[in-house]
């Protein structure tokens, strides 16, 4: 398994991560750097969790990097109770902004949707610009959310999204995905929220590219995201026409449950690593 999830993850230490940053960062490229580690089950984990995340904006800031830092609620003890949860995660928001810094929520697979829609509600009225959310949109209730997000500033990554879910609640078929990732992406950008377009998907990324030349937006509305170590000669083709990109930088020593969780998760990843191994560009 460290075969194949090597290039997909900085590396055990935070550290790695800095270094990857900085290389990153040195090729005209944001990151988010993430722990990882998510539906922890102990308040020591979510303490253990809680103080990674405050070395990681420490050493963001002390590096002078370009990057922000993504946390999964579940990883930070919202699993076990908000109680634990959201003290750490307040905090986290709190010290990037003192640091002039940034938190995305991650988005966990459905238990967690509406909880991570609340958490990020509450947090963003106290810290309005440090604070972001990811959208799915293989779920059907995504366009809901987005409507009544939209009401106040707004950051989002929207992505498809890789939990395995039931039909009941989300798209199960490809292009249904895609059209709703097109149809969610128009409506964000038309009304003035700042999207993190978070695809490897040729169709949807030539699709953002249009809309993006339509509506005339400045570089600073948008931002291209990409996973670390996933079609990397594709991410530096939008960095050389201008566009702004961030990579998705994981860490930590719970690679191996990561990276067997993205891969039961969505086959396509497989495709992407597999691919990867016999083609000089992928």
């Not at 070395?55 to 699993?79: E, F």
């Not at 078929?173 to 695809?199: H, S």
Request: glycine share 6%.
């Amino acid at each position: 398994m460290y075969f194949f999830a090597r290039k997909y993850i900085a590396g055990p230490t935070l550290n790695d991560a800095i270094r990857v940053t900085k290389e990153l960062n040195g090729n005209g490229m944001m990151t988010t750097i993430d722990v990882l580690g998510e539906f922890i089950t102990t308040k020591a984990a979510a303490q253990k969790a809680f103080e990674m995340g405050e070395q990681v904006l420490k050493a963001i800031h002390d590096n002078q990097l370009n990057a922000n830092l993504s946390v999964k609620p579940t990883s930070l003890g919202m699993g076990i109770d908000p109680a634990v949860g959201y003290p750490h995660i307040r905090k986290l928001v709190e010290l990037a902004a003192g640091y002039n810094n940034f938190v995305r929520l991650d988005m966990e697979n459905s238990p967690y949707t509406s909880m991570t829609i609340e958490l990020f509600q509450k947090l963003r009225q106290e810290f309005p610009g440090q604070v972001g959310i990811v959208l799915q949109a293989y779920l059907h209730r995504t366009q809901n959310d987005l409507n009544a997000l939209a009401t106040q500033k707004l950051n989002i990554r929207l992505c498809k999204g890789i939990y395995q879910e039931s039909a009941d609640i989300a798209y199960k078929d490809r292009e249904q995905i895609r059209e709703n990732y097109k149809n969610l992406l128009n409506y964000a950008l038309k009304n003035q929220v700042d999207v993190g377009i978070a695809t490897h998907d040729d169709v949807l990324i030539d699709d953002a590219l249009q809309l993006i030349r339509q509506l005339g937006l400045s570089k600073d509305k948008y931002e291209f995201q990409m996973l670390l170590g996933v079609r990397q000669h594709k991410r530096d083709e939008i960095v050389a026409a201008g566009h702004r990109l961030r990579v998705y930088v994981p860490f930590g020593q719970d690679w191996y449950g990561y990276s067997l969780r993205r891969l039961k998760e969505n086959p396509q990843m497989a495709w992407h690593i597999t691919r990867s191994l016999f083609t000089r560009k992928s």
